[in-house]
């Protein structure tokens, strides 16, 4: 049984339909990702597997259990975090403050969380009580990651942790999402880097106009030449 299957998902903004019977699984200990060009529906499909997109059709099963158009806050209950693109930390809170906000349904002690966190990203160690706001894009990042986490969370949707940021806090973000994995956390990914996310990735799913174009192993869609030409640059 997957960890996560959205099945013939159909969903949208208003009167306006962006998705059309999208269907992608995640099984445990994967990282699968959603690439495709922009205004495809990949951040859509992320917000409404998480609920924050009305499905109109269609079914998000999780650890066996539906969550179709379930509040939030009951998603994230179950272990399943969500990482916005943008907006994803409180700028005036410091860094220590923000992973408190990350364990706010807790009720117990999570203070060695936070020291986990620390550990996973030594760059938010050095100065916990700096406010976020000055942080830099990556480490903006992987703040809004290690918040996530907090949770303790089973699986992990990430939209774009790349966006905007330069070639060597790209690298640290990939290499602590692999990190993250490595400690039993499912991934699923949607990202601009596509070369970089589909090289550590299990699986890879291309979406088109709102629909499935293409799934396959990621090795697989990076040796893929219509694939490298349209989302690779070769």
Do not use: W
Request: proline letters at 5%.
């Amino acid at each position: 049984m997957a960890l996560l299957e959205a099945r013939d998902i159909v969903a949208g903004y208003g009167e306006t339909e962006i998705l059309h019977g999208v269907s992608i699984t995640v099984d445990t200990g994967e990282i699968v990702t959603i690439i495709g060009p922009n205004g495809c529906g990949k951040s859509t499909l992320m917000k409404s597997v998480i609920g924050l997109v009305n499905v109109g059709s269609g079914s998000v099963m999780f650890r066996g259990n539906e969550i179709s158009n379930m509040a939030p806050e009951q998603i994230v209950r179950s272990g399943l975090c969500y990482v916005p693109q943008t907006a994803n930390v409180f700028p005036s809170l410091t860094i220590r403050e923000n992973l408190d906000m990350g364990a706010f349904i807790r009720k117990d002690d999570y203070r060695a969380r936070i020291e986990e966190m620390f550990e996973i990203f030594p760059d938010l160690a050095d100065r916990p009580n700096r406010n976020a706001g000055s942080l830099s894009g990556g480490q903006r990042q992987m703040l809004a990651i290690a918040r996530a986490l907090m949770l303790d969370p089973v699986m992990l949707l990430l939209d774009e942790p790349s966006a905007g940021l330069s070639p060597l806090m790209m690298g640290s973000v990939f290499e602590r999402i692999r990190s993250v994995n490595s400690m039993g956390v499912s991934i699923l990914l949607v990202e601009q880097n596509a070369r970089e996310a589909l090289s550590m990735s299990d699986r890879g799913y291309v979406l088109s106009s709102g629909e499935n174009r293409l799934e396959d192993r990621g090795p697989a869609l990076l040796d893929n030449p219509e694939i490298a030409r349209l989302y690779l640059g070769g």
